[in-house]
């Protein structure tokens, strides 16, 4: 399980490291579009706050 007050410990480029893995891995499965697999219930939002 992923708690977000534990990324706050982590070095500001682990941090952009682990965002661009999080990003990647979305997009690679939202190409998937297969029912019994994937259902996007919402396309992936960047935005610049917490």
Request: glycine share 2%; net charge positive.
């Amino acid at each position: 399980l992923f708690e977000k007050k534990d990324l706050d410990k982590w070095p500001r480029y682990e941090k952009e490291l682990f965002a661009e893995i999080l990003r990647r891995g979305v997009s690679q499965l939202t190409r998937l579009r297969h029912p019994r697999i994937l259902v996007i219930e919402h396309p992936l939002e960047e935005s610049r706050y917490k």
